[in-house]
């Protein structure tokens, strides 16, 4: 049984920083890719970054040179820095990945930025 389990939301002030993190456990030979989701209220599920085998990838535009993705496939961890934030940024953030062939989801973690 995988599980990936978020860490690092709260509450802060615009322009401030937090970092997620993200770990996996369970029985895992491979993961492909791994990366973040958030849904904000009323809004649908959308992708804020992604890393495949290492490298990352893609950057939700509203995010781009403020949020940074990284991570550690030997300890089965993922990442997300996120800087500058703003109130629009708040959401829940998940995490995902793509574990042997198979997708998994975190159970999120709450991300407020106050004005």
């Known amino acids: 049984q995988v599980q990936l389990v978020e860490s690092g939301g709260g509450l802060v002030q615009a322009g401030g920083s937090l970092r997620l993190s993200c770990a996996a456990s369970?029985?895992?030979?491979?993961?492909?890719?791994m990366g973040w989701y958030r849904q904000a209220p009323g809004k649908q599920r959308e992708l804020v970054a992604v890393?495949?085998?290492?490298?990352?990838?893609n950057y939700l535009d509203s995010v781009k040179g403020r949020f940074t993705i990284s991570g550690d496939n030997a300890k089965k961890m993922v990442y997300l820095q996120m800087n500058s934030l703003k109130p629009e940024d708040t959401a829940v953030y998940y995490c995902?990945?793509?574990?042997?062939?198979?997708?998994?989801w975190g159970k999120g973690t709450l991300v407020t930025v106050s004005s």
């Open positions: 369970g029985s895992i030979f491979s993961i492909d890719g």
């Open positions: 995902s990945a793509q574990i042997d062939d198979r997708y998994y």
């Open positions: 890393i495949i085998r290492g490298n990352s990838g």
